[in-house]
């Protein structure tokens, strides 16, 4: 059993940054691929990022070049790093460990 707890979000202005973090329990955070989530007012969810154990990362295409996944797997966390933040990048983000394991999300809000 992973439990995964994410944290960060706040009010922002148009144009600022965020950064959001994740903590998951367990000994095996090290192998684990960890991805993040977001679902906008009255919209799907989607994905955001993704990260493996090795380090790899994969975007979606609409963010690259303003978010960055990351990871500390001492510290058992992994990181979104949000830049230039609009105000379509309001949601609830949430982290997601290999194994369908979720967190109960962490709300952004952008504000022009």
Avoid: H
Avoid at 3 to 16: F, I, N, R
Avoid at 34 to 44: L, V
Avoid at 77 to 95: F, G, I, R, W
């Amino acid at each position: 059993q992973v439990q995964v707890a994410e944290s960060g979000g706040d009010l922002v202005q148009a144009g600022g940054s965020l950064r959001l973090s994740c903590a998951a329990s367990g000994s095996s955070f090290r192998l684990n691929a960890m991805s993040w989530y977001r679902q906008a007012p009255g919209k799907q969810r989607e994905l955001v990022a993704s990260i493996t154990s090795g380090g790899y990362t994969s975007y979606a295409d609409s963010l690259k070049g303003r978010f960055t996944i990351s990871r500390d797997n001492a510290k058992n966390t992994v990181y979104l790093q949000m830049n230039s933040l609009k105000p379509e990048d309001t949601a609830v983000y949430y982290c997601k460990a290999e194994g369908n394991y979720w967190g109960k999300g962490t709300l952004v809000t952008v504000a022009t």
